[in-house]
């Protein structure tokens, strides 16, 4: 079992940075793959970024990539995502998931492929 705890959501400017970070509890947190999914109001559920369980590897939507950067740091069982240059469509309730299933590009975007969640951290951009 793995809980996991979103924060640093909030309210930001365009052009502006925030960065989230999801706490993990479990002695296991480093053999989990890791991703962000963010829902906006009235919009289905979407990937975001992925990371492996060491890190090596990291995955992004086409709409972050250049943006967003995702982290890892399994001795703290926590990671993160450095959001920068925030537009007014990254609104959104940030989640982060946590899969132990061995996946490849197009599973690790899949929600469903994710078996455990936060419960989320609103990140809004105004414009």
């Known amino acids: 079992q793995v809980q996991l705890v979103e924060s640093g959501g909030g309210l930001v400017q365009a052009g502006g940075s925030l960065r989230l970070s999801c706490a993990a509890s479990?002695?296991?947190?480093?053999?989990?793959?890791m991703g962000w999914f963010r829902q906006a109001p009235g919009k289905e559920r979407e990937f975001v970024s992925a990371?492996?369980?060491?890190?090596?590897?990291?995955y992004y939507a086409d709409s972050v990539k250049g943006r967003f950067t995702i982290s890892r740091d399994n001795a703290k069982n926590t990671v993160y995502l450095q959001m920068n240059s925030l537009k007014p469509e990254d609104t959104a309730v940030y989640y982060c998931?946590?899969?132990?299933?061995?996946?490849?590009?197009?599973?690790?975007?899949?929600?469903?492929?994710?078996?455990?969640w936060g419960q989320g951290t609103q990140v809004t951009v105004s414009s």
């Open positions: 990371i492996s369980w060491s890190g090596g590897v990291t």
């Open positions: 479990g002695r296991t947190f480093s053999s989990y793959k």
């Open positions: 998931a946590a899969t132990p299933r061995v996946l490849g590009r197009d599973g690790t975007s899949r929600g469903g492929e994710y078996d455990y």
